[in-house]
């Protein structure tokens, strides 16, 4: 791989802790909001219902089968339900409030910093990115991930999602790179590591939860520290 010049980074939990952040956001509206005294839930029993339905609905974003309005239309109503509380204004409180809270929170994934610190004198780096596009530059410019990128790929800008290959497309022509000297790293194994590869780039996929999906040519990595072996 000593041909690559561009790195291209997914944002969400590859290099910005989202579960994490959102955990922490959550946390804070579930207290302000007083859910626990007044429905008699824990924040611990609401979370994974809260995850089971967020992380469901943007694999259904990402299949094109649902739009992003009907996720934030849904995502809070559905692990309320789901947990035995009926309140839907309760849930658009939840996501109206959400976006907004969560980038108060600004934890990077553990070695990201020192990852980018390695590379940046290296390569040119880039993100790529499903997200929404004006929390994701807040995340990146309020967060110590701010100054490393020299590019910015929001999917938003072209209404187009990884893994279809004209984000890359879209990516290479933004940032001056050519896909031959060009690697991405995520942490979703069909958006990232399948689209990229796809399109034609190199892949590293960042197996966060143990999903252990593998293909020929895409080597899979546990922690940000393994991407060195490569680059
Ligand atoms: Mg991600």
């Given at each position: 791989m000593n041909t690559i010049k561009h790195v291209?980074?997914?944002?969400?939990?590859?290099?910005?802790?989202f579960r994490k952040n959102a955990r922490f956001a959550l946390a804070e509206l579930y207290i302000k909001y007083d859910v626990e005294n007044r429905y008699?839930?824990?924040?611990?029993?609401f979370h994974?219902?809260?995850?089971?339905?967020?992380?469901g609905l943007w694999a259904l974003i990402r299949d094109k089968k649902i739009t992003k309005e009907e996720l934030r239309a849904r995502r809070f109503k559905e692990a309320f339900d789901n947990l035995g509380i009926d309140n839907?204004?309760?849930?658009?409180?939840?996501?109206d409030e959400y976006m907004e809270t969560i980038?108060?929170?600004n934890e990077v994934v553990d070695g990201a910093m020192e990852l980018l610190n390695y590379l940046k004198p290296k390569y040119k780096l880039h993100i790529i990115t499903n997200g929404f596009i004006e929390v994701s530059k807040r995340k990146i410019e309020t967060s110590d991930l701010n100054g490393y990128f020299d590019t910015v790929t929001y999917a938003d800008e072209i209404q187009i999602l990884k893994p279809d290959p004209r984000i890359y497309s879209y990516a290479m022509e933004k940032s001056g790179a050519n896909k031959k000297e060009s690697i991405y790293i995520g942490d979703d194994w069909i958006a990232?590591?399948?689209g990229a590869k796809a399109f034609g780039m190199s892949a590293i996929f960042f197996d966060r939860l143990d999903d252990n999906f593998e293909m020929d040519d895409v080597p899979t990595i546990k922690h940000l520290d393994e991407v060195r072996k490569f680059l």
């Amino acid at each position: 791989m000593n041909t690559i010049k561009h790195v291209f980074f997914d944002l969400d939990n590859t290099l910005w802790d989202f579960r994490k952040n959102a955990r922490f956001a959550l946390a804070e509206l579930y207290i302000k909001y007083d859910v626990e005294n007044r429905y008699g839930f824990t924040f611990e029993e609401f979370h994974p219902h809260y995850h089971e339905s967020n992380e469901g609905l943007w694999a259904l974003i990402r299949d094109k089968k649902i739009t992003k309005e009907e996720l934030r239309a849904r995502r809070f109503k559905e692990a309320f339900d789901n947990l035995g509380i009926d309140n839907d204004a309760l849930a658009r409180i939840f996501e109206d409030e959400y976006m907004e809270t969560i980038t108060n929170y600004n934890e990077v994934v553990d070695g990201a910093m020192e990852l980018l610190n390695y590379l940046k004198p290296k390569y040119k780096l880039h993100i790529i990115t499903n997200g929404f596009i004006e929390v994701s530059k807040r995340k990146i410019e309020t967060s110590d991930l701010n100054g490393y990128f020299d590019t910015v790929t929001y999917a938003d800008e072209i209404q187009i999602l990884k893994p279809d290959p004209r984000i890359y497309s879209y990516a290479m022509e933004k940032s001056g790179a050519n896909k031959k000297e060009s690697i991405y790293i995520g942490d979703d194994w069909i958006a990232d590591a399948v689209g990229a590869k796809a399109f034609g780039m190199s892949a590293i996929f960042f197996d966060r939860l143990d999903d252990n999906f593998e293909m020929d040519d895409v080597p899979t990595i546990k922690h940000l520290d393994e991407v060195r072996k490569f680059l």
